[in-house]
């Protein structure tokens, strides 16, 4: 399932308050999508990294008023009745729940069964999701108990280039690591798990914040440490090539005139930076450039635009493009 997908879904499952259990290979956003979906709807949040828990952390029985009995105290950060901290309406995130143990698994095959932790209600309107990884990434999964996979629906998460890369450009990831992902797409998601290091979107979002605030002489081995040195080798070369393009505010003004690139890996480059630049007061001249590329790359820097500032879909020549050129060219 694409995380465009995923993300719908989500929101569908907590509606219907259904239990989702995720799974996926490391670092394509199992976490992160759920905390997105809650975000981008107004509902509360609550995130339980599994492996860190053993039963005692799940409550611990205290005298009750009566002197005669006892009752549980659940920790705070459960969305039980009463609990005034958290809304009437959430997700509850199991993050990681196959490296949890057999006795935790049981813990929490209750409390998706039965909505409750030590007779303490989850609000009805909160929903739960669960994350794993695959047993084949031996990234530390235990096996699930069968009668918690029963009370889960699963569905396994895809790498998605599209969704990956417009993920990143409505979240201020720097251009040049979309424009390098577009220009080599297998190196997006490359994971074995016999390497120490590999190339997930995670990574890739993390390398972005490496790209003006760490030394160069240090860029490539910090590369290297995060998605392996592979991969860095190959994003440096185009890193090199990218911070010699010409300036981009100097295409935009003459573009008409200014020389569209031979090279692929260039075009690739200054799509991206382009697209990044674009506004209202600026689309026109970039689509002038643009109509002069092909196709291809003419509908990404668009797109690209479209996704980073929907606003220029207002400007005359947008809609004089999306009439005739983009008519011709989107299928």
């Known amino acids: 399932m694409r995380p465009k997908l995923l993300a719908e879904t989500i929101l569908a499952m907590h509606h219907i308050n259904k239990t989702l259990y995720i799974v996926g290979p490391p670092g394509i956003g199992k976490t992160e999508i759920p905390r997105q979906v809650a975000t981008k709807a ?37 969305p039980v009745m009463g609990n005034d901290k958290y809304p009437e309406f959430g997700i509850l995130l199991i993050d990681e729940l196959g490296q949890s143990d057999a006795s935790m698994q049981k813990v ?27 047993m084949k990434d031996r990234a530390g999964v235990n096996r699930i108990l069968s009668h918690l996979k029963d009370r889960m629906t699963e569905v396994e998460l895809e790498v998605s280039l599209d969704d990956s890369t417009n993920h990143m450009l409505n979240n201020g990831i720097n251009p040049i690591i979309v424009g390098y992902l577009r220009f080599q797409p297998d190196a997006l998601h490359d994971f074995d798990p016999n390497r120490d290091q590999n190339a997930t979107p ?23 440490g995060t998605v392996s040195e592979g991969r860095a080798a190959t994003f440096k070369s185009f890193y090199d090539m990218y911070m010699k ?48 590329m092909p196709a291809e790359f003419q509908t990404m820097l668009i797109i690209d635009a479209v996704t980073r500032c929907p606003a220029v879909q207002q400007t005359k020549g947008f809609l004089s493009w999306a009439a005739n050129e983009g008519a011709r060219i989107i299928v």
């Open 108 to 134: 929490y095959g209750n409390i998706i069964q039965a909505r409750e932790l030590h007779g303490h209600k989850l609000k009805p309107g909160w929903s739960i999701v669960g994350t794993g990884n695959r």
């Open 245 to 292: 393009l010409p300036v981009p505010e100097t295409v935009i003004m003459q573009a008409d005139t200014y020389p569209v690139p031979t090279e692929t890996s260039v075009k690739y480059a200054l799509t991206g930076a382009l697209a990044h630049r674009a506004s209202p007061d600026n689309f026109d001249q970039i689509l002038t450039f643009a109509k002069r």
């Open 42 to 78: 107004g509902l509360g949040f609550v995130h339980i990294h599994a492996p860190m828990k053993c039963p005692e952390d799940m409550g611990f029985p205290v005298v009750a008023d009566d002197k005669m009995s006892v009752r549980f105290v659940v920790p705070e950060d459960m």
């Open 202 to 224: 995670r990574g890739w979002c993390t390398v972005s914040q490496f790209l003006g605030n760490v030394p160069d002489a240090a860029l490539f081995e910090l590369i290297s």
